[in-house]
């Protein structure tokens, strides 16, 4: 775990196939499959996550740009809104940002980590 938790998807995806090629793994291969489904072509806008109370109240402002916005219970959830890279998001790039948003954990990357675990749970 210590070695796949920073990787993105692609890589996992990588290091999946070749477990796959030595060992045999159905819900493995599921997963992969799942994997192959795309969605919509464009730049990434909206991750809202994690809510730890009343689930947030969205609203669709623009359709075609696909901007939402928050109307209730914001304080409630997670909003990433940073680019992704071509490799998608890493758990790593997660904790910078839970870092950034949280200066209590702005120090260490570990007790970041288990932080944003435990907000997670």
């Known amino acids: 775990m210590h070695r796949l938790r920073p990787l993105a ?3 996992l995806t990588t290091v999946a196939c070749k477990v796959l090629d030595e060992y045999e793994a159905p819900e493995l291969e599921q997963v992969l ?3 192959g489904m795309t969605g919509v072509d464009g730049e990434f806008k909206n991750l809202i996550f994690a809510a730890n109370g009343p689930k947030p109240e ?3 402002r623009d359709a075609v740009n696909n901007r939402l916005d928050i109307v209730r219970n914001a ?3 997670l909003t990433y809104n940073r680019p992704l890279g071509a490799a ?3 758990w790593a790039e997660l904790v910078a940002w ?3 948003t949280n200066p209590a954990v702005s120090g260490d990357q570990v007790a970041a980590s288990g932080h944003l675990c ?3 749970a």
Do not use: K, N
Request: negative net charge; glycine residues 4%.
């Open 9 to 11: 998807v692609p890589e």
């Open 33 to 35: 499959a799942a994997l």
């Open 58 to 60: 969205i609203i669709l």
């Open 75 to 77: 304080q409630y959830c």
């Open 88 to 90: 998608g998001l890493s």
């Open 98 to 100: 839970w870092q950034e």
């Open 118 to 120: 435990e907000r997670l």
